[in-house]
């Protein structure tokens, strides 16, 4: 964090890096600025997509799959429709305008960042947007249904299913935005390798704390049976993990070569430098043809 504060109040190679106190805040205000305006924008067009792709049917699918066509959510109010159309299309805004945002902050803090840290987390973004989807597909697709299955089952004998569109929109929503943000965790480490943070060494000793973490993460954001649920979302995570490891190691073997280059090669200015351009200057001595052709003149006086 020491850092990256320094490089935005005093970056020398960068214009913007030089610019006053005041005149960053001014910077800071226009991109959150920018930012609302894109989540407004962003709201509008979620709710036509909203509309256009039925998002809740989509969404209401797992359920009617696991109970039948017949099955239906519950309203407890006359505003409620309207309430969960309105944070569909908030949600779907969000989603949308995340590049928006993401752009405003890269855009305020790159200044502060070495070329090579820039290299490695523009195409980190672009990895985190393939893992966040699949962590989606994975709980829309396989956990979802389980989940629901499992919890329907609890007290069947007692206990009739008549859910609320809230309580169950919301259920599904956290759980697709636990697993998309779970499975961000190679993006992070990566991140946290490029900025000098975490170390492949530190990931490797910690490995049984972590699986027991993940563990116990797994049971929380997938609530279900421990062989289907839990298991489904712990196994994806450990394998996460470990290509967490493989990244990180990746990003050190690269900087450890560049420390060892840096420090072969003489600096400007010493000794060993200025004898090396000497030298590269000197004029080597002609041997001669070595095709046969004629020999150097000698020296006047010499043979």
């Given amino acids: 964090m020491r850092r990256l504060r320094d490089g935005l109040l005093a970056r020398s190679d960068n214009p913007k890096a030089e610019m006053p106190f005041l005149d960053h805040l001014e910077e800071l205000r226009w991109r959150i600025l920018w930012s609302l305006l894109a989540l407004i924008v962003g709201g509008v067009a979620g709710l036509v997509l909203v509309l256009y792709f039925d998002v809740p049917e989509l969404l209401i ?49 790159s200044p502060a960042l070495e070329d090579r840290e820039k290299r490695a987390i523009v195409p980190a ?27 329907s089952g ?34 992070v480490v990566l991140v946290l390798s490029v ?25 929380f954001i997938s ?33 450890d070569a560049r420390e060892q280059e840096a420090d072969s090669s003489p600096p400007d200015g010493t000794v060993a430098a200025e004898d090396g351009d000497e030298a590269a200057d000197v004029t080597p001595y002609n041997h001669g043809d070595p095709a046969g052709g004629s020999a150097p003149a000698t020296p006047d006086g010499d043979g």
């Fill in 61 to 109: 699918r797992p359920a009617v799959d696991l109970f039948g066509e017949d099955f239906r959510l519950l309203t407890l109010s006359p505003e409620a429709n309207f309430i969960i159309l309105l944070q569909l299309s908030l949600l779907v805004g969000l989603i949308l305008a995340s590049p928006v945002v993401i752009y405003q902050l890269w855009a305020f803090f």
């Fill in 125 to 151: 973004l672009l990895m985190g947007l393939v893992l966040f989807v699949a962590g989606v597909a994975l709980a829309y697709f396989i956990v979802l249904e389980l989940a629901l299955r499992f919890l």
């Fill in 154 to 187: 609890i007290l069947i004998d007692y206990l009739e299913a008549s859910w609320t569109a809230n309580f169950y929109l919301g259920f599904v929503v956290k759980m697709l935005l636990a697993f998309g943000i779970v499975f961000e965790l190679p993006v």
């Fill in 195 to 219: 900025l000098g943070i975490v170390t492949p060494e530190f990931l490797r000793t910690k490995r049984r704390h972590a699986f027991v973490a993940i563990l116990l993460l797994a049971s």
């Fill in 223 to 255: 609530p279900g049976d421990m062989i289907n649920v839990t298991i489904a979302m712990t196994i994806p995570l450990i394998a996460l993990y470990e290509s967490s490891i493989f990244l990180s190691v990746l990003v050190w073997r690269k900087r």
